[in-house]
Structures are given as structure tokens and as C-alpha cells.
């Protein structure tokens, strides 16, 4: 089998990112890139590539959702028994990246996650549709399954065992802060220059700023 992309080639040309334009700190500007994200009519603005490195060290990527940025980080949650979840308490710096091809840009995250409070996971939980708190019960994730009808089954025993009940939220089930070491900005430009403007936090808390080679 073979298909030639060599063809598929865009041109990038909508906005440039200087050093000058940045504000000093990186969350701020993720912000105006989000919403602007957002306003493009970019479908799932939120949805995140979470890179972690497991115990067969390889590096692993999956998309995940967003729920929560602050002035800390980055929140989005999980099941903790997961092959992500196993991998994050073997080794809690990961990566996120976001690609939001209508604005032409990328934004890298490397950052340190950690277990968000039992207080924060209840919360979010409690908001979620019942569908999808009996999901997170029924669901050993990543682990292996003999057929889609084991997961139908044990969904159905558990719409029956809570059926007029509220759902609790498994201890398994919750979030992660992914606070940032470093951000890269990446804007699509003209002949492949494009612009990278790389946020790296500080011993004293100040980010760094440095404009990155294309
Ligand atoms: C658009 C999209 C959104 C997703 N959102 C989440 C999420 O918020 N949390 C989650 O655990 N998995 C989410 N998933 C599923 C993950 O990509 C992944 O299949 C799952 O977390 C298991 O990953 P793991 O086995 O590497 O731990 C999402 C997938 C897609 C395509």
C-alpha cells in the first residue's frame, strides 16, 4: 500500500506572534488564544492531546478534554486506574497540545499533573449527565474487554443498581491540575517561518521569554 501527501501543502498567512505583542504571562495569552479559538468556530476548542511516558517508556498521546483553566493550570479528568493515570503516578510531567487549524496555530504545554482535590473531582462529577457517571463505573479504562456486550451488561446491572439513587463518584474517577513549566506558542506563517514564542517559568516565579527558530 502507498499514498503520496506530498501534495498536501497549505500556506499559513492569517496572523504573526512577535515577543513584543506577549503579555508576561503565558496564561493570560492562552486565554485570548482560546477564545479566539472559540469565535473561529474552531469545533472543540477544548479537546487536548495528553502525552505521558509509561513503564515501557514510550511516550503515549490521546485527546482529552479541557474543563478548567486558571491562573495554576490546566484541569481535565480521568479515570485514575487508566494506562494514563498509572503512567502520571510513575511520572507526573507530561505534555498537552492543542491544534486549532482555523486560527493556524499550536500550543505546546509541558507541565507537572497532579490529583486534584476530592473536593474539586466531586464537584465536576456531581455535574456530569447520569450516562456518564454510570460510564465512569462500568468502565475499567484501558484495561482489556472479551466483547462491547460485557460493558452493555455491566452499564445495564448499574442503571438498575442506582435507578432512583444518586450516583456517587468512583474513588478511581477524578482530575488532574496540570500546572505549566513551559508554554510554546506556535503561529503558522508564510515559507514555513513560522513564529515560536517559547514561556519557561523561573526559579523566582517570572517566565521566560525566547522567540524559537521555525
Ligand atoms: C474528543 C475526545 C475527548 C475525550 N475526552 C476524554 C476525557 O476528558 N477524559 C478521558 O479520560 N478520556 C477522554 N477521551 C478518551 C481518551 O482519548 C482515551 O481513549 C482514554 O482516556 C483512555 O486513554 P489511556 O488508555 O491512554 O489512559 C476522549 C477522546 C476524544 C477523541
Redesign the pocket.
Known amino acids: 500500500m502507498e499514498k503520496d501527501l506530498s501534495n498536501y501543502r497549505k500556506i499559513y498567512q492569517k496572523r504573526e506572534l512577535t515577543k513584543k505583542s506577549v503579555p508576561e504571562n503565558p496564561m493570560e495569552l492562552f486565554q485570548k488564544w482560546f477564545y479566539e479559538a472559540e469565535e473561529s468556530g474552531q469545533e ?1 476548542a477544548n ?1 487536548m492531546t495528553v502525552s505521558t511516558i509509561g513503564k515501557d517508556n514510550f511516550p ?1 498521546n ?4 479541557l474543563k478548567k483553566f486558571t491562573w495554576e493550570g490546566f484541569l ?4 485514575y486506574n ?4 498509572k503512567a502520571i503516578q510513575q511520572n507526573p510531567n507530561i505534555c498537552l497540545s492543542f491544534f486549532w487549524h482555523g486560527m493556524e496555530r499550536q500550543i505546546i504545554i509541558k507541565g507537572v499533573a497532579e490529583k486534584t482535590s476530592e473536593n474539586i473531582s466531586d464537584g465536576y462529577f456531581e455535574s456530569r449527565p447520569d450516562g456518564s457517571k454510570l460510564g465512569a463505573w462500568a468502565s475499567e ?2 484495561s482489556v474487554v472479551s466483547s462491547r456486550e460485557e460493558l452493555e451488561t455491566s452499564l445495564q446491572s448499574l442503571e438498575d443498581k442506582y435507578k432512583n439513587k444518586e450516583i456517587p463518584r468512583p474513588s478511581h474517577w477524578g482530575g488532574y491540575l496540570v500546572k505549566p513549566v513551559s508554554l510554546e506558542f506556535w503561529q503558522g506563517r508564510p515559507n514555513r517561518l513560522h513564529d515560536r514564542i517559547r514561556f519557561t517559568l523561573q526559579e523566582n516565579f517570572d517566565w521566560k521569554i525566547e522567540r524559537l527558530a521555525p
Not at 490521546?62 to 478534554?65: D, E, G, I, Q, S
Not at 481535565?76 to 479515570?79: A, L, R, T
Not at 487508566?82 to 493515570?85: A, F, I, L, R, V
Open positions: 472543540e479537546a503515549k490521546r485527546v482529552v478534554l481535565f479528568y480521568s479515570n487508566s494506562e494514563k493515570g479504562q484501558s
